[in-house]
């Protein structure tokens, strides 16, 4: 027991001699000047670094606070394990000697036996780097990290952890991690269990994780899984089982290679729509807000389906113009009936008034032009349809690819300011785009958009609104040039002005049905006028001067006459009827356009004759992603005063990739012999399906094309002897824009040159 005490008593002492002894220097050293002061023990941080962090400093007076204080400072830098002090004294004064264990440095982090990701993939999730401190518990998350990255990618039985070795000369850690990969997991098949109110097929059917098969590699991936358990309550919840519970049953192969997944359905009580309460300061008829509510007494009670029907409230609200109105719902279970009453607590406030109208985000489009598109001003009561049309016009600009309105309130409870936010998009297109035709035989084409031109703006000629296009077309045998522009707003005024330059010159050849060269030099001036929203009428001046020369020695006889140069001045007047959503993609919506154009009589020129044109294109969604478009165009032409005929520069022609598809290009209608001469009427009719193929990326079409050219105006009343063609497509969004690949097949062939299909490509970069 003696012994026990003795030792006891010689531990404390052990422990407490360095304390006792260094107190007793420190007092010692008290007031007595610091000759000097050293850092020993550091190998990976410099002894500057680490004097830089404390104050005690040679020729000041030692002082034990500072001391403890330059303590403090040094392990807050997270750099040492420990930090002492040694105070030794010679005749001059004292030296201090600060003692320091450094934490390792990571030197660098390599890894060993990844097979499946690229170490630089793996390590830029890393939090631990290359020359900083290491943090062992930094280094945990790091494993816990690419562990959890390994499950998700389908490989849940990866095994990770790490390995360090120690440079003892220069203090610095090598770390390595080492994966154990395993197998990647493949679903074998899923059973769906317990479910009688949804049919297996369609749970399966909003199922992500799918078996694996020839189109799809079926990796299990434990996130989606669950993501697929969430879908399943979503959709019970619908139907009213509110309380619908979902377990996964995982069995593996004995292989660990496959997976079979086992999904428990417990469904549980459904739940029915009782009482539909609306009260409160309604302000609006009680039967115009129980319209907009599309739940029904009697039917299943859904979650979502109340979210929607109290938005659809708060809009109807909002499009009034009561921008404060307050809605409090309650679902209350009756115990009585087993079903859910719903309660609509509204208090609908006054109205709102807009105050100050502010636009933000437009860095390159001028505030004018976002403003000149808004249908409501400052001091309108708040009207929703008119705030819908803004955004609508501000989307059809082309100049923005997001367009949001918000509103701040201001010291007047009944006034609030409209916010206008825009999140601008590139205007400017580089398009080009070739092929192979029997018209034009190899033809390529450049053009340079810029949909929000400004000519005024030096260097970037962006922000005002204009309209520039410039472009070049070169083929075998064609080419062609332009450059157009238009103002919107010419002067500040609700007036379009704007105008074209152009020539266009075209060998057309025996050998592809054509024997002469087509040369057509001009321009026009435009000015158009919006009457409504929808309504837009345009008046066109054209002016040009159309020579037909090397006529071939073979040229059928209707060709020979058209042999010299003539000007064409022609006065043209369109008149267009727009509902669509989006006039660059639209989904829904309608546009009517009719033309007529008067050319020669008191416009003076060589050729006398009148054209109408008419256009109709209906836009329809289905399941909120197929766009169906229907297209029907239509035209006459006819030669009046000194003219006895249209000539055929000037006629109507169809085939082609703008027309009826899956024919040669400008080959359909009337022919001298093998050459198309064109007509005085025409009809095209086109439905195309365009539907999403991959996400947002890549979407797919199939078509149907209908229609002729006949010789006489009268014939198109007579109509018959219709070509048409069928086919399919496909539209990809890449990087630098948008490509469009189209397939056509003729389904009638009455001609040699209609048999087998035809290949339409294109594609556009913007900027």
Request: net charge neutral; glycine share 10%; proline share 3%.
């Amino acid at each position: 027991m003696k012994l026990i005490r003795l030792a006891l008593a010689l531990g404390i002492f052990a422990i407490l001699l360095p304390i006792i002894s260094g107190s007793a220097v420190a007092q010692s050293a008290e007031g007595k000047t610091i000759t000097g002061v050293k850092v020993e023990n550091n190998k990976a941080i410099s002894s500057e670094i680490i004097l830089s962090k404390i104050k005690t400093a040679s020729g000041e007076v030692f002082n034990q606070e500072i001391i403890n204080e330059d303590l403090k400072r040094l392990y807050a830098t997270d750099y040492f394990t420990d930090v002492s002090v040694d105070v030794r004294e010679e005749a001059a004064g004292v030296i201090v000697i600060f003692l320091v264990e450094e934490k390792l440095v990571v030197e660098d982090i390599d890894f060993k036996g990844n097979v499946a990701f690229r170490s630089p993939k793996l390590k830029s999730m890393l939090k631990s780097k290359p020359n900083e401190m290491m943090n062992l518990a930094v280094l945990a998350q790091d494993v816990a990290e690419i562990r959890n990255f390994y499950s998700k990618k389908g490989y849940p039985f990866t095994e990770v952890r790490y390995e360090i070795s120690v440079d003892k000369d220069t203090g610095k850690a090598s770390v390595t991690i080492v994966i154990d990969e395993k197998t990647r997991v493949k679903v074998a098949g899923i059973d769906i269990v317990g479910n009688k109110a949804i049919k297996t097929n369609e749970i399966k059917k909003i199922l992500s994780t799918k078996p694996a098969w020839l189109f799809n590699p079926g990796i299990f991936k434990d996130e989606v899984l669950q993501e697929d358990m969430d879908r399943i309550r979503l959709i019970y919840d619908d139907i009213g089982y509110l309380d619908a519970e979902t377990t996964p049953d995982l069995q593996y192969g004995p292989d660990g290679q496959t997976l079979k997944i086992v999904i428990n359905i417990k469904e549980n009580k459904q739940y029915m729509v009782g009482d539909i309460i609306v009260k409160g300061n309604l302000v609006l008829p009680e039967k115009e807000i129980l319209s907009k509510i599309t739940m029904k007494s009697g039917k299943p009670f859904s979650n979502r389906g109340l979210r929607q029907d109290s938005s659809e409230i708060k809009q109807l609200y909002y499009e009034r113009g009561y921008m404060n109105a307050i809605q409090d719902v309650e679902r209350n279970f009756n115990q009585s009936t087993g079903n859910i009453d719903v309660v609509f607590n509204i208090d609908g406030k006054d109205p709102v008034y807009v105050g100050m109208v502010e636009i933000r985000g437009n860095m390159k489009t001028r505030e004018l032009v976002v403003r000149r598109e808004l249908r409501i001003y400052p001091g309108e009561k708040f009207n929703g349809d008119k705030i819908k049309r803004s955004k609508e016009r501000l989307y059809n600009l082309g100049y923005f690819e997001n367009v949001a309105f918000d509103t701040e309130p201001t010291e007047t409870p009944d006034i609030q300011n409209l916010i206008v936010t825009v999140k601008e998009t590139k205007t400017g297109e580089f398009s080009f785009g070739g092929g192979y035709s029997s018209v034009d035989m190899l033809v390529g084409f450049v053009e340079i958009t810029q949909r929000n031109f400004d000519i005024m703006s030096f260097p970037t000629f962006t922000g005002g609104g204009q309209n520039l296009t410039i472009k070049a077309e070169l083929g075998m045998v064609r080419s062609d040039f332009n450059i157009s522009w238009t103002d919107p707003w010419i002067f500040g005024m609700p007036y379009a002005f704007g105008f074209d330059a152009y020539r266009a010159a075209h060998a057309r050849r025996n050998d592809i049905g054509w024997a002469y060269d087509e040369t057509r030099t001009g321009g026009d001036l435009r000015l158009g006028k919006d009457f409504t929203d929808q309504i837009r009428g345009l008046l066109t001046y054209r002016l040009e001067n159309v020579k037909i020369s090397n006529l071939a020695d073979d040229a059928a006889p209707e060709l020979s006459k058209e042999v010299g140069a003539n000007y064409i001045s022609s006065l043209t007047f369109d008149v267009s009827y727009d509902t669509r959503d989006n006039v660059y993609v639209a989904s829904k919506g309608f546009i009517v356009n009719g033309s007529i154009e008067n050319a020669g009589g008191i416009f003076l020129g060589n050729k006398d004759y009148v054209k109408g044109t008419g256009m109709i294109a209906y836009y329809h969604s289905f399941f909120k992603k197929i766009v169906l478009e229907l297209k029907a165009r239509g035209g006459m032409v006819g030669a009046y005063g000194k003219s006895d005929e249209v000539p055929i520069y000037e006629r109507f022609f169809a085939g082609g990739a703008n027309t009826i598809r899956g024919y040669k290009e400008r080959r359909i209608g009337p022919r001298a012999g093998d050459q198309s001469i064109g007509g005085d009427s025409i009809v095209v009719v086109n439905a195309e399906a365009t539907f999403p193929v991959y996400e947002k990326i890549i979407k797919g079409a199939v078509f149907y094309d209908l229609g002729n050219v006949w010789a006489k105006s009268s014939d198109f009343l007579v109509g018959g002897d219709y070509k048409s063609g069928a086919g399919i497509g496909i539209r990809v969004k890449t990087p630098i824009g948008p490509v469009k690949l189209d397939y056509g097949f003729p389904l009638v062939q009455n001609y040699d040159d209609e048999k087998g299909g035809e290949f339409y490509f294109s594609m556009s970069r913007g900027f």
